[in-house]
């Protein structure tokens, strides 16, 4: 049989020549650790947003690259699927008008790849899932043409070692299979990076689980998948399924899926990174030349490659992320629970909502996550995901009884957050008027109950109640959501239903 065998691409040698690499990579984190030589506050932000390619009928367009092509900037790159696209904003610091120039950016960025993507007959949609997608839309023939990607694919469909089973149960239900991960190119999202020490690292994740509920409930944007309606937020239930390396076997043992809200609360970044090894075998055992023990003891900074990559490949909802910038390692927490969209002043009040609340819970005295146990965090997301902006979540009990009490989700903003939020922008410096602004926006969307999902649920049904078939509403409602996006206005100003045809002549 020869001297090696050869399993998806890779010797069976190179993942146990992996998992040292990977030790020695914890271990040099370790020591930067103890030795302190992360860097410094510098309070700086960082936004990546995935968006979809769609043509003037509402359906997706497989032309990223050629998208890509034309618009010719490093700030753009591919995704997973060829009707996918990515936008990097520039790391800000957090203070002044941060929001309005990064809305200003953002929105100079978009209608520049809109310009772009209508030479060839396509548009950008910045939506959680894109409505009219179709299960043949989302196979590996429509995979983006780069080398990770494919090798990805192979490497979770042979851990898997049969096809993914796709089950939501929602308004109605889902039951299908596929034999790619492509179903998981469907969620496009917004990552919301924050650079923290790593004495502040656990009280910052800690935070950003505990309101990972509410950041979905008041934001969910992702409502339909192959024609159904599911979950107000179908993205986290997708993902999860359509990355899932455990055949049901597994599942059964209770093995932790590659897609994962956690566990536990956490007192160090070093936790997150070593529960990743010691849960989750490699996917792609790709080795670095570098030996992160010899660059620390010469008094450089080890890139930590395998370390790197092997994180970027479990997929938390909230990532920890280790970085060099000008010759300096940091740490970063990646927040992936936001679907993309609808408009950028959506994005941006999000964005707001997110940093300010997160800073509130991180330097509260009685931290939240002292008087709320995880297990209840998790059942809260879960909530969340299902019923969007009425959701009804459990939160800590104010005053000395302690305990929790179910609140609805906008109760729970309009009263106890969105005052923490006002305190947190505060606190990172941000201007007066960006903060009303855009914690103006979550306000409204609370006090109307309208956020992206229950905007496309709504429209939806009065296509279908105006006559049109399943797929006909379904393409209306986005190339309505698109025409409404690029206007701009927030989601919960945008009237419900589709505009009165014109009469002719």
């Known amino acids: 049989m020869g001297e090696k065998v050869v399993a998806g691409g890779f010797d069976l040698s190179d993942r146990q020549r992996y998992r040292d690499k990977l030790r020695q990579c914890l271990t040099g984190l370790e020591r930067l650790l103890t030795q302190q030589r992360f860097d410094r506050p510098k309070n700086l932000m960082g936004l990546e947003i995935e968006l979809n390619l769609a043509g003037a009928d509402g359906l997706p367009k497989m032309l990223n690259g050629q998208v890509l092509e034309r618009i010719a900037s490093r700030d753009f790159q591919t995704e997973l699927a060829m009707f996918n696209l990515e936008v990097n904003i520039a790391p800000h610091r957090l203070d002044g008008r941060v929001f309005d120039r990064l809305a200003e950016e953002l929105r100079t960025s978009l209608a520049y790849a809109h310009r772009k993507a209508g030479e060839v007959d396509a548009g950008i949609v910045m939506i959680g899932i894109l409505p009219t997608l179709d299960r043949d839309d989302l196979v590996s023939s429509n995979l983006s043409d780069v080398d990770r990607y494919t090798l990805l694919n192979d490497q979770i469909v042979a851990a898997r070692g049969e096809e993914f089973s796709l089950e939501i149960d929602g308004v109605e239900r889902l039951s299908c299979t596929s034999k790619s991960i492509v179903p998981e190119a469907a969620c496009t999202s917004v990552q919301l990076h924050l650079q923290v020490t790593p004495a502040r690292f656990a009280d910052v994740w800690n935070a950003a689980q505990a309101v990972a509920a509410v950041q979905v409930a008041v934001g969910a944007n992702s409502p339909f998948l192959f024609g159904r309606e599911l ?7 997708l993902f999860q399924q359509a990355t899932d390396t455990r055949p049901p076997e597994l599942q059964a043992q209770g093995v932790r899926p590659r897609t994962w809200f956690g566990e536990r609360w956490i007192s160090s970044a070093y936790e997150l990174f070593e529960e990743n090894l010691r849960y989750f075998p490699a996917l792609l055992p790709i080795c670095d030349e570098e030996d992160p023990l010899e660059v620390l003891a010469a008094g450089g900074v080890p890139k930590l490659a395998e370390l790197v990559l092997h994180n970027g490949t479990v997929y938390r909802w909230n990532r920890p992320v280790y970085g060099i910038a000008d010759g300096v390692p940091h740490l970063r927490v990646e927040n992936r629970v936001l679907p993309a969209g609808p408009t950028v002043t959506d994005v941006v009040a999000n964005a707001a909502f997110y940093y300010g609340v997160v800073r509130a819970l991180a330097e509260d005295s009685r931290p939240v996550w002292t008087r709320m146990p995880f297990e209840t965090a998790a059942a809260n997301f879960d909530a969340a995901c299902r019923y969007g902006i009425d959701a009804r979540l459990q939160w800590p009990r104010r005053g000395r009884l302690g305990g929790t009490s179910e609140v609805d989700a906008v109760s729970l903003v309009r009263d106890e957050l969105l005052p923490l939020a006002e305190a947190g922008l505060d606190a990172w410096g941000v201007e007066r008027a960006d903060r009303d602004l855009y914690l103006g926006v979550i306000e409204e969307r609370c006090r109307r109950r309208t956020n992206g999902a229950s905007w496309q649920v709504a429209t939806f049904h009065r296509a279908l109640e105006a ?26 100003t945008w009237p419900v239903g589709l505009p009165e045809p014109v009469p002719a002549g």
């Open 231 to 237: 979950w107000r937020e179908s993205r986290p239930p």
């Open 467 to 492: 006559g049109l078939p399943r797929d006909a509403a379904l393409a209306a409602t986005t190339r309505r959501y698109a025409e409404l996006m690029h206007q701009g206005e927030p989601a919960h």
